[in-house]
C-alpha cells in the first residue's frame, strides 16, 4: 500500500488515478475550476495547467497569474486579483448529467473509487485472530482452531499469528500457555509453515521490550516459550544460535535466548521439565508413558491396524519420547521375529512416512538397541543378529539415515573377547542382584574375587550403579555402603575412576531410561568423595576426560556444587535415607575423638581397645588417614607410635594400611592449602612405614 502527504491509496487506486489525470489533462488545462476528484482528495489544485509534478501528482505551492506576476495571497488562501480563489470556490452545486454533451462517463467511476474506504488486509487478518485464539482458550478445541485459521485464509501472515498466540498467552494463566504450546505443535507443517513459526518467534523477541511493560517476567516466560517449541521440535536448537549473533546483548531478547539456553534447555532431563512446566497436557510419569506405548504396540502386533497405532502414539503427545516407541518396537521384533517383526518395519516406516517420529529420534532408538545388545542377548541369544538384518530393511527403506552404521564388521576379531565381557556381565548381575536381597558384602566379594577379572572392575561398577539407579533409595544407599567396602579390599582408585567415567559417558543414553539419572548421578559422585572412595582431585580427573558440555560433565558439576555446600557430609550421607551411611560417618567422629585423646596423652592400650570396639575393621584406613593428617597439623609425630602399635597387633591390617597412606597421598595438594610442608613431613612418614614393613612395598610417593 503506498502513501501520501494528504491521503491513503492502494496502489492500484494511484494507477488509475494517474491514468485519469493523463485523460482529463486537457479539461483541467483550460478549465479554472477545480476537479471534483481534487476536492474528494483534499489536495489543492494546480496552476496554469501545469502537469502533475515528481513524488506528487500536482504542486502545491504555486503562487503565479496569468501574467507571470508574483502575487501576496491571502493568508487563507483565497488567492487575490488575478488567482483562480478557494479551491472548493465553485458557482453552484456540482453534479454530473448525463446528458451534457461534455460528459465523461469515466468521472463518475474515479469519484467512487476515492470516496471508497481503503481496507487494510492485516488488519483485518489482526482483528480475525483475536477472535480465533479467544475462541481457543475457551473450548480448548485445537481441531476447530486449526480450521478457521486455515478458513481466514491469508497465510502469508501467519507469522504475526504465532506472535499474537504468544504473547496473549504470556499474559494469562498457565492453563492457556500449555493451550498455545499444544496448538503451535497441531498447527506446525500443517497449516503454519516452519519457517513462518520462526519468524513469528523472531517477531517477539524483538518486541519482548514492550512485552515487558505489562508482563514483568516475559523475559522468563518467553524463554520458557521458546525452550518449549524447541523440545516440540517446532524450532531448530540452531535458532537460539542465529538469534543471539542477531540481537544486542543489551537488549531483552538477547537476555530471553540466553535464559531458554541455560536456564531450560541445559538442566539434565530438559524435556520432560519443559513439557511439564505449565502442567503438561498428558499428566502421566515417565513410567506410565512407557506402559502406554507397550500396550500399543502388543494391540497392534494383535490387530495389525497401522493408522490406529499411529493415532494413539500421536494422541500419547510425547515426541521427544519417540525414540522409546522405536526401542520397544525393535525388541519386541526380536522377540517375536516371526509375527512381529514385518508388522514392527511396517510401523515404523508408516510413522517415518507421516513425520510422526522424526528422523532423529528414528537413529536414537536404534541407538538405545544397539547399545543395549549385550544385555538383550541374555534373554534373546540371537539379538544382534536380528538387529543386524533389521538395519539395512530400514535403511533401504528411507525411514532410518543411512549414516546409522552397526559395527557388526568388527566383532569378528573380538568375538571371544566379547563373549567373556558377555558372561561376565550376566554374572555380575547376578551377584548385584543376590546382595540387594543379602546385604552380603563379605559374600559379594568373595563371588567377585571367583570370577577372578580385575580387568573388569570398572564394569562392575558401572553395572552396579546402573542397576540401583533404577530402584529405590534403600538399594541406592546400600550400593553406595558396597563401593566404600570395595575401595578397602578389591578396587582401586583407578578402578574407581574410570567406572564413573563409563558412567557419565553413557549418562544422556541413561536419563533416557531413568528420567533424574543425572541428578542420581551427581548424588553417587559425591558420595565418593564423601566415603573416601574418591579424592576431590579425582573429580577434576574424571572431568577431563568427559567432552566439554556434554551431560557428564555437568553432572560432575553438580557433584562439586554438592561437596561445597554447607553441611554436606551429613546431607550426602543421609540423601537415600541414611542408613549404613550415617554409621559411617558416626565411626570418622569416633575415630577423630579418639586420636585427639591420645594426642593429648592418652594411653595407646586404650586407644586399640577403642579402634577395636568400632568393629569396622574394613574402614581401619581412615585410622591411618586421620593419624598422618593429624600428626601433621599438630606437629606430633607420636601419633605414628599407635599406628605402630596397632600393626603390631594386627589391629590394623598391611592393606589397610596401605590404603590409609594411598587416601594421604591423593589429597596432598589440598592438605598443602594448609599445610604447607605436608608433601615432605609425608615422604618422612612413608619411609618409616617402608622401613618398619607396614605398606607395600609397591607403595611409592610419585606416580611416575
Known amino acids: 500500500m503506498a502513501s501520501g502527504e494528504e491521503g491513503m491509496l492502494t496502489d492500484g487506486q494511484w494507477k488509475k488515478l494517474e491514468l485519469a489525470t493523463l485523460k482529463n489533462a486537457e479539461n483541467l488545462s483550460s478549465s479554472p475550476k477545480s476537479h471534483p476528484l481534487f476536492a474528494d482528495l483534499n489536495i489543492k489544485s494546480p496552476t496554469g495547467g501545469k502537469g502533475p509534478v515528481a513524488g506528487f501528482p500536482f504542486s502545491r505551492h504555486v503562487r503565479r497569474t496569468h501574467s507571470g506576476k508574483h502575487i501576496r495571497v491571502k493568508k487563507d488562501g483565497a488567492g487575490g486579483k ?13 453534479f454530473l448529467d448525463k446528458n451534457d454533451p461534455n460528459y465523461d462517463s469515466g468521472e463518475g467511476a474515479y469519484d467512487e473509487l476515492v470516496d471508497s474506504p481503503v481496507s487494510d488486509p492485516l488488519d483485518d487478518y489482526k482483528k480475525a485472530v483475536v477472535s480465533i485464539i479467544n475462541e481457543y482458550f475457551t473450548t480448548g478445541d485445537v481441531k476447530v482452531g486449526a480450521s478457521d485459521l486455515r478458513e481466514l485464509g491469508s ?91 542477531n540481537l544486542p546483548e543489551s537488549s531483552k531478547g538477547f537476555q530471553v535466548v540466553v535464559t531458554a539456553e541455560k536456564s531450560y534447555l541445559s538442566a539434565p532431563h530438559h524435556a520432560e521439565l519443559v513439557e511439564r512446566k505449565w502442567g503438561g497436557s498428558t499428566h502421566t510419569t515417565v513410567e506410565e508413558t512407557k506402559k502406554k506405548i507397550s500396550e500399543i504396540l502388543k494391540e497392534y502386533v494383535e490387530n495389525g491396524d497401522t493408522y490406529e497405532a499411529c493415532r494413539c502414539i500421536r494422541e500419547l503427545g510425547v515426541t521427544f519420547f519417540h525414540h522409546e516407541v522405536v526401542k520397544r518396537a525393535l525388541i519386541l521384533a526380536m522377540e517375536s521375529q516371526k509375527t512381529a517383526e514385518p508388522l514392527v518395519l511396517k510401523l515404523l516406516n508408516e510413522a517415518a512416512e507421516e513425520g510422526l517420529i522424526s528422523s532423529s529420534q528414528m537413529v536414537k532408538g536404534f541407538n538405545r ?49 566379547d563373549d567373556k565381557l558377555r558372561q561376565y556381565k550376566k554374572d555380575t548381575v547376578n551377584i548385584i542382584q543376590e546382595y540387594f536381597l543379602s546385604d552380603d558384602i563379605p559374600e559379594l566379594i568373595r563371588s567377585l574375587e571367583d570370577l577372578a577379572t580385575p580387568e573388569y572392575n570398572p564394569v562392575f561398577l558401572k553395572k552396579l550403579i546402573t542397576i540401583a539407579l533404577d530402584k529405590k533409595n534403600r538399594e541406592k544407599e546400600m550400593a ?64 577431563t576426560k568427559l567432552p566439554p558440555k556434554s551431560t557428564g560433565t555437568e553432572t560432575v558439576r553438580s557433584a562439586r556444587s554438592l561437596i561445597s555446600a554447607r553441611h554436606a557430609g551429613e546431607r550426602l550421607l543421609r540423601s537415600w535415607g541414611g542408613g549404613s551411611g550415617w554409621i559411617v560417618e558416626d565411626a570418622k567422629d569416633k575415630i577423630s575423638k579418639l586420636l585427639e585423646e591420645y594426642e593429648t596423652g592418652g594411653v595407646t592400650s586404650e586407644a586399640c581397645q577403642c579402634i577395636r570396639d568400632l568393629g569396622m575393621p574394613f574402614f581401619n584406613h581412615e585410622v591411618v588417614k586421620k ?31 596401605t590404603k590409609g597412606f ?12 594448609d ?30
Not at 499474537?164 to 494469562?172: P, T
Not at 547399545?371 to 540371537?382: G, H, Q, R, V, Y
Not at 593419624?627 to 589397610?656: H, P, R, S, W, Y
Not at 599445610?675 to 622401613?691: Q, R, S, T, W
Request: aromatic fraction near 6%; glycine fraction near 4%; include cysteine.
Open 675 to 704: 599445610i604447607p610442608n605436608a608433601k615432605e613431613k609425608f615422604e618422612l612418614y612413608v619411609g618409616h612405614a617402608m622401613d618398619n614393613g607396614w605398606i607395600l612395598p609397591e607403595f611409592g610417593i610419585n606416580d611416575e
Open 480 to 543: 553406595s555402603v558396597l563401593l566404600s567396602s570395595l575401595h578397602m579390599e578389591l578396587f582401586s582408585t583407578e578402578d574407581f575412576i574410570n567406572g564413573f567415567i563409563m558412567l557419565l559417558e553413557s549418562a544422556e543414553d541413561t536419563a533416557l531410561d531413568i528420567m533424574d539419572a543425572s541428578n542420581e548421578l551427581a548424588l553417587f559422585l559425591a558420595r565418593a568423595v564423601i566415603d573416601d572412595v574418591l579424592a576431590p582431585l579425582n573429580l577434576e580427573e574424571i572431568s
Open 155 to 245: 497465510s502469508e501472515y501467519h507469522p504475526y499469528f504465532t506472535k499474537r498466540l504468544v504473547s496473549m498467552a504470556m499474559d494469562r494463566h498457565d492453563k492457556e500457555k500449555e493451550m498455545a504450546s499444544v496448538l503451535l505443535s497441531a498447527l506446525y507443517a500443517d497449516v503454519i509453515l516452519p519457517d513462518q513459526i520462526r519468524d513469528g518467534f523472531i517477531r517477539l523477541l524483538r518486541s519482548v521490550d514492550d512485552l515487558a511493560v505489562d508482563i514483568p517476567d516475559a523475559v522468563n516466560v518467553l524463554a520458557l516459550f521458546i525452550a518449549r517449541a524447541i523440545v516440540d521440535e517446532i524450532l531448530p536448537p540452531v535458532f537460539l544460535a542465529r538469534s543471539k549473533k
Open 627 to 657: 593419624a598422618l593428617v593429624m600428626a601433621m597439623e599438630k606437629k606430633n609425630d607420636g601419633l605414628l607410635n599407635l599406628l605402630e602399635e596397632c600393626f603390631c597387633e594386627g589391629l590394623i591390617t598391611m592393606n589397610q594400611m
Open 369 to 417: 538397541v544397539a547399545e543395549s545388545l549385550d544385555d538383550l542377548a541374555l534373554d534373546i541369544p540371537s539379538a544382534r543378529k536380528l538387529f543386524d538384518s533389521i538395519v539395512p530393511k530400514a535403511i533401504s527403506g528411507g525411514w532410518l539415515d543411512d549414516s546409522f552404521k552397526v559395527n557388526s564388521d568388527q566383532d569378528g576379531g573380538k568375538s571371544s573377547q
Open 82 to 94: 488575478g488567482t483562480w480563489g478557494k479551491l472548493l470556490d465553485t458557482d453552484d452545486d456540482c
Open 662 to 673: 594411598g587416601r594421604v597421598k591423593d589429597s596432598l595438594d589440598d592438605l598443602s592449602l
